[in-house]
């Protein structure tokens, strides 16, 4: 029989987006803007990738994004009430790649496209006024949301279960393909999705409930 790790019911999941936020401004130690890091590079790098930059370019705005925010992260005030990290960093993103975009335009002769390759894409350039950013931003957004609870389910529930949930709840692999691939039975694998599918809401309603009405700008 599968055990699962030893949990309060109402224990939070980890560092929190709001928690994490009230350490950096508390403090101005390298690993906690490094944790901040590892927590959204990958949202804004999808993000700019998605509205037309190539790899590299995402990078660079990946990495301007960030500056930004260290630089103006004094100004934040994070009040739900008032408005959305969410919406302050999307703003703060819009505005790096509303840059970049100028910059590669004035890095064109006139008249000359972008080369068609993967890492220029031509005509794809996303107006980061536009509601098509707004779009990508928030399907981006959703991703993050439970990639980053999927991470952090991960560390308070047994390695067995968490696999089980993700095979059977996030991949959609059949009882059949896990009770092969995992040498499991049903019951567990049902055991599995209703545990750790419980903590698993309780951690995407946590994540979205920090996101706040509003934004708040640079």
């Known amino acids: 029989m599968l055990q699962?790790?030893?949990?309060?019911a109402d224990a939070p999941l980890l560092e929190t987006r709001s928690s994490l936020i009230h350490r950096l401004k508390a403090t101005i130690n390298g690993e906690s803007w490094q944790d901040f890091f590892n927590t959204y590079w990958e949202l804004i790098f999808n993000v700019a990738r998605r509205a037309g930059l190539s790899h590299a370019d995402a990078q660079d705005v990946v990495q301007e994004t960030i500056v930004k925010v260290h630089k103006s992260f004094d100004r934040f005030q994070y009040d739900r009430k008032r408005g959305s990290f969410k919406g302050w960093l999307r703003s703060v993103t819009r505005s790096r790649l509303a840059e970049?975009?100028?910059k590669q335009q004035k890095r064109l002769p006139l008249n000359q496209p972008f080369e068609d390759s993967s890492e220029n894409p031509t005509a794809e350039i996303i107006d980061?006024?536009?509601?098509?950013?707004?779009?990508?931003?928030?399907?981006?957004?959703?991703?993050?949301?439970?990639?980053s609870s999927l991470t952090r389910l991960k560390r308070v529930v047994s390695p067995k279960q968490f696999q089980i949930f993700k095979c059977y709840c996030i991949d959609e692999w059949t009882v059949s393909e896990i009770s092969k691939a995992l040498n499991v039975n049903a019951a567990q694998i049902y055991m599995a999705k209703q545990r750790v599918g419980k903590l698993f809401r309780q951690e995407l309603e946590r994540a979205q409930s920090?996101?706040?009405?509003?934004?708040?700008t640079e």
Not at 4 to 8: C, D, E, F, G, V
Not at 128 to 147: F, R, T, V
């Open 210 to 216: 920090e996101d706040g009405p509003g934004n708040l």
């Open 100 to 102: 970049h975009f100028k």
């Open 128 to 147: 980061p006024n536009g509601l098509e950013l707004k779009k990508i931003w928030k399907e981006e957004w959703h991703k993050h949301i439970i990639h």
């Open 4 to 8: 699962s790790a030893p949990m309060k």
